[in-house]
């Protein structure tokens, strides 16, 4: 029986992490379920679930908590001190951060310390301080098990081959809803297209990402963390049916894949569940539904995003801090419909050329930067 904590229990990977939970009550136990401002959708998974502690990060919903949950045995919090003090609790053996962006790495780094083993879906810890994580993880003895199917499929294809030295890695990318337009089609997409992913149902941070090729540009530089990788050992390709979740091959020119239905259900499982694989009723892929499986090279010059996030990992340092900042910031602008669809990656690009660059970060300075390079953004956005 593992003992998990959820970080973003209302967001979309911590939403279908209960159903993997619900769906194994003889393999996990609830312990700690976290939310931003939802509330509403916290009250309600805490009175299913009944968890030993519940944290809104909004202290100004604290009360509106306390009061629904206070006829339970339920330890109420709120803040973001809360957050990276309830990973560290005795009950808890295993740390799912399921939350969005740099808000993260924080609470990660606590659960780290805390000798908490990490299932990782929050990508932007090891975007912005893969350094500093990877070498947490290892002073800790902790294990990091990737969420992101892309990331999964490469942790499965490594089962027993972890002797093996890896030749390249191949994450696949489905091309979003927008793959195959022109620059000049983009510059008119509205937020509702851009929300309208062909495969994948995601929160709408990382369905933007997507649609940009950003969400794989991410996953390259946490790719590079997560296994150890040299820059030129990490390629992109371009698989809209979203069945082969990503390959890897080996020295002597093996490739191997893993495939299945997009559902982020199953490397929720996988990653709680490790070592074991255990018994679901998820739906079965079958070859004779997918005749075909088509793959293509990423257009970098259209979708400049895949392109900045990889300019970043060559140069290092707190570059992919700069690229993920100024990101967040873009995204947010276009989802409240105050930027445009090709504007983001100027202001990303912008930031990258202007925000103070530093080779060797220490916490502090990804800090920093992530202040400095927000404010650079925000001053973009405004001219």
């Known amino acids: 029986m593992k003992r998990i904590a959820i970080l973003g229990s209302t967001g979309s990977i911590g939403v279908q992490a209960l159903d993997v939970i619900r769906a194994n009550p003889e393999s996990f136990e609830l312990e700690v379920i976290t939310a931003h401002s939802n509330a509403d959708l916290l009250v309600k998974q805490a009175l299913e679930f009944k968890p030993n502690t519940v944290v809104i990060a909004r202290e100004d919903l604290y009360e509106q908590v306390q009061e629904a949950l206070g006829r339970e045995d339920i330890k109420v919090y709120a803040g973001s001190k809360a957050l990276c003090s309830v990973v560290e609790m005795g009950t808890v053996d295993m740390v799912l951060t399921a939350m969005v962006g740099y808000a993260g790495l924080l609470p990660t780094i606590h659960a780290i310390k805390a000798g908490k083993q990490i299932a990782l879906a929050n990508k932007e810890t ?92 991410l996953e390259v530089i946490e790719a590079k963390w997560l296994f150890g990788l040299k820059n030129e050992q990490i390629d992109v390709v371009v698989h809209p049916q979203s069945i ?10 093996s490739i191997k894949a893993q495939m299945g239905l997009p559902d982020m259900k199953l490397p929720i499982q996988y990653a709680l569940g490790y070592p074991q694989r255990l018994r679901s009723d998820f739906p079965r892929f079958s ?49 409240r419909d105050e930027v445009g669809f090709l504007q983001m990656s100027d202001i990303i690009e912008s930031c990258m050329a202007k925000v103070t660059y530093i080779a060797n970060p220490s916490y502090d300075d990804y800090v920093s930067t992530d202040e400095e390079a927000r404010k650079q953004a925000t001053v973009l956005l405004n001219k």
């Open 244 to 253: 082969i979740h990503s390959l890897v091959q080996f020295e002597d020119g």
């Open 126 to 217: 090891l975007v912005v301080a893969g350094q500093l994580i990877t070498n947490l993880a290892k002073e800790y003895g902790v294990n990091i098990y990737p969420v992101d199917s892309e990331h999964s499929a490469i942790f499965q294809c490594l089962a027993g081959e972890f002797h093996n030295p890896i030749e390249k890695i191949i994450l696949t990318a489905s091309g979003g809803p927008f793959r195959g337009r022109a620059a000049a089609e983009l510059a008119e997409v509205t937020k509702a297209q851009a929300l309208k992913h062909p495969n994948w149902d995601m929160g709408a941070k990382i369905t933007i990402d997507s649609a940009s090729l950003m969400n794989k540009g």
């Open 287 to 335: 070859f004779l539904d997918y005749p075909q499986l088509t793959f293509e090279q990423p257009d970098l010059e259209t979708f400049r995003n895949l392109q900045l996030a990889f300019d970043a990992m060559e140069r290092g340092g707190n570059m992919p801090c700069i690229l993920n900042a100024a990101n967040e910031v873009a995204v947010s602008a276009f989802l």
